[in-house]
């Protein structure tokens, strides 16, 4: 008895350091194969970056905590890159405009959270009628056109702006978000209440915990990072057109999301995770880019990676005979 | 000596050190009286066992108390001599009643601190006040003897550090009164007597526990009084060594005499199933019977016994041990799957009918005919006229009140929804039937209508295993009677020596020490 | 004197029922119905016979697509990967024509493709017990990159521009007419339609699909093995991707390599739609024909129209959420 489970405990070891082992791994061999890979403002590129990428899984964490995953995520930020560049070449003061489209993005968030739990529609098909409307009402405002928005002024920093020679504007607002994030789920009871509701629903309940309201306000937050991560992008490219950022878009976040739950016990989606696994998914898009292998490729070798890691996950966690890979209720 | 709180008053409960006291409770509901004018109390620093049967009123008079049930039709609650009235779980709370449940709320991931905090953290300006939660939690670590760092995950602990911090979790809000609802049901003799250990620390400390439980040798252990339920009336509350074993179960069963419904059983010869050595961890030790064809046989066990899991694991549910070995006629059989389980003609009702049996959205027609579709249908498509008369067949042969075979089945009756379920097994062909709770929430017309099918079925050849906790209907209804405690199979009895206190006796361990 | 009330009053019941009933169950498609007349008789060009003819061409890819979908869906499965799969299957099939097999050759390895893709996800999904919708998401790319592999980096194989006998017979049956009007497409459409329905409503399997969906414990329990019956599911989505997808080269004479998700959206709209239309609350596959006509017929119209691309984006995604919610809120209705 006691040795099987000392085994059980050796492949959980095994997954969860492994994958630290394969990115360090990764990193060496992409520094072998170019010379450029390996210089610090290669470094400090890579994470800018990945800064909306790592945005946009954080926000896909929360919603996946609660048991949804947010297909909406990518029209989200598309179309606040879009409406943020749209306020302010209209005139709208900066400020004012970025305020306006997290305010959009919480919005389309609630929107979500509504329709998943009040109306009890399945998240993946509520949020996907959302990524459609969002497309809809992207196209319908640029009419196809990019927004250009003067690189001079001050918006351009938060996305290409440096404090010193290295540190990248954007990527203290990555950190700034992981440590709102990390804080808020371990120190605040809302925060906390998101975990219990996503591991424990009935535990959470019985505690009193009011579970639907916790997973609208994970929705919520989720299009706030997505709606963030729009207006850094756009800073950054100084517009932005309506791209058909729909279900592509999606598979940086999950495989984030999932390398990063390999990393914890039982495969458990944690927010450290998520960013060390988006971190992992920014070094390999740059290396393989590098390597000048094509952007399909890298999607495919993005989807063998998430396939592995899912089935990795899945190793030692105990099921029933009757489940089957079901989508959630 | 029975003692009579029939005329206590204020000043006499604080004497007699009652902390709280309800009298002349009653509670109904549609269709039957779950509460008599119930008088029950408890003593500060006391370990009160409560003792019943199924449908005593037990989890009732619980759920009274901790505020689940509100309002009662009749009688007063009384604290420390003052009246109160409980009307939902925090006033119960807010009073110092704490309820330990059998279903484990704990989430996994989290740490213990966490956990005994859970929806009611300390907070200082919103932030989470983590020391305090910790001072806390470690406090009450030490009351229930567990050692273990409030840091700790959920995740690492076993099954008794877990119960142990439910238990801390309910000490939390520091209680006066603890109520343990079967809280020994999956632990193993030394967890138990680690149970107790905190239990009479508790009591030293002054807090009084009601013990909910069939397990006679513990109550023996550790009670101090014991108040025993029949039919919704508190027959007595008695100091535990004023009364034997065999007499509390004749208080539970008042004595009643059944008349056998069920006819000899003559043919010993043919075991069409023969079980041999089922363990299961803590929950099944080597359990080996015989099953003979167009025999009923009962499996008798109380929560906690293990006789549900026999069943499941007959059925492919659970994974069978590897010494574990099930004949069919002598061929043995490997079952791992209910698809197998059905192959070889075994059928399993389960006890949760209306969550596990039926298809709500489904016709009862569909329902019906589910697990043998292979007769309805001709190369792989359905004949639906063969179907309708075969399921027009079932609706009358056990009465099922349908608009019709295309109805949905989730518009109807709970009742009739179970006759469902029952015409599916009925029409499988199946030769070998499990049983688990058969009665267990149907009306009592419709339960003489389904043993009475059940015997129909013995008289064809079948052979049917009634796995249960209604020892009255098993001494009624059974051949024989298998009584399983704590895991094993305590004895045997033939229909002729079965009578309902000797099985209840049995079953409720009044054999061990 | 009072019965004669009574009679009457009971009467008046089971008509009110009666009619709730009879609206639950047409209002959706009552609805349909009306839009369509409005397109029929408020924009100009919808009701010509081409016109028609045209809306069911275009449904006919997709609609194939949604039965696959819809027969994955009615286990609370989901693929993402179908849309992908089938632009993979049509570029492999050009592929294989452009290389000189035989006409039934080629046909018949793309369909076992197909069903080799769907046993991939079968196995990953119901027999590791992985959640469908990301495993999905991972196959719909590494299809894209094997395309991209085999292509070369993304070129199309232009079929109509060869000269080979066999490959000219092949785009020409595209162009043959049944019954006169009806394109070979649309004829494989209602063909596969007829048997998603027979599998689904007349066969031992379908009524194990409905089971499973409607409540797997219980499935179990019942003695289905509920695991390779979910993944079988995967194998026919798999087996009609690659039939859409030779109707897709068919009809276009071009084997482009799938960049993306395809038709995958409208398939999973018109499948979740297909829980309104009837009342079922269920995942249906008459359901999912209608939806198909009616998306068709709602994307056409906006082309006609002439309105900007973005409505048509907007209007599918409320009518998913409205669909969906009546779906749901049809399937709470109890007594």
Known sequence: MKFRVNKKQIIDYIIRYGVLVIFIIMVLFFALQSQSFVKPSNWMNILKHSVPISLISLGLTFSMLVGGLDMSIGAIYSFSAVICSGLIVAGMPIILAIISTIIVGLFFGLFNGFAAVILKIPAFIATLSTMFIIIGLQSLYTHGERIDINSDTYFSFIGRGYLGRFLAFSVIILLLSICFAYFFTKNIKTGIYIYATGFNLNAAIIAGISTNLIKIIAFIICGGFCALAGIIQASNLSGASASSAGISFILNSVVAVFIGASMFRKGNLSIIGTIIGSLFVAVLTNGLAFLEISHLSIQGIKGLILIIVLILNSIGKKKFKYHIGQMPV | MKTNDNKTSTSTNLLNNILVEIKGVTKKFPGVIALKDVNFSVKKSEVHALIGENGSGKSTLIKTLTGLYYP?????????????????????????????????????????????????????????????????????????????NPNDSIHDLNLNQKLKVEIAKGLAKNPKLLILDEPTAILSYKEVEDLFNIIKELTTKGISIIYVSHRLDEIYKIADRVSILRDGKMIGTYNIFEVTKEQIVQKMTGGKKIIQKVPKFKNKENPILHVSNISKNNLLKGISFKLFEGEILGIAGLVGSGSEEVGNIIFGIEEINEDGKIHLYNKELKINSTSKALKNKIALLPKDRREDGIFLNMSVGNNITLANLKVVSKGGFINHFLERRIVKKFIDLLLIKTSGLLQRVKYLSGGNQQKVVIAKWLNSNAKVFILIEPTHGIDVGAKSEIFNLIQKLAIEGKSIIIISSEIEELVKNCNRILVMYKGKIVTEFNQKDATIEKVLLYSMGGNED | MGNYLEDANKKKVIFRNNLLFFSKKYACLIGILIILIIFFVAIPGFANISNLISILRLISVFTILGMGEAIVMSMRGVDLSIGTMAGFCSYLCATLLASGYSISMSLFITLIIGILIGFFNAIIISWLDINALVVTLGTMFILTSIAMIMSNGGYSIYLFGMTSAKINIFLNSGKYLIVGIFPISVIVMILVSIVSYSLMQLTIIGRYFYSIGENVKAAYLSGIKVKPFFGLSFLISGFFAAIAGILLVLGSGVGTPPGGPGYLLEALAIATLSTAIFGEGEINIKGVFVGAIFIGALSNALVLIGIDPGYEFLFKGLIILIGMALGTLFKKESK
Request: proline share 3%; glycine share 6%; with cysteine.
């Open chain 2, 72 to 148: 009662v039709d009749n009688g007063k609650f009384y604290w420390e001599g003052k009246e109160i009235i409980i009307k939902k779980p925090k006033v119960a709370q807010d009073i110092g009643i704490s309820c330990i449940y059998q279903e484990r709320q704990l989430i996994p991931f989290f740490n213990i601190t966490s956990n005994i905090f859970l929806g009611r953290e300390i907070v200082k300006n919103h932030i989470i006040d983590k020391r305090t939660m910790y001072k806390n939690t470690q406090e009450l670590l030490k009351l229930v003897a567990l050692e273990c």
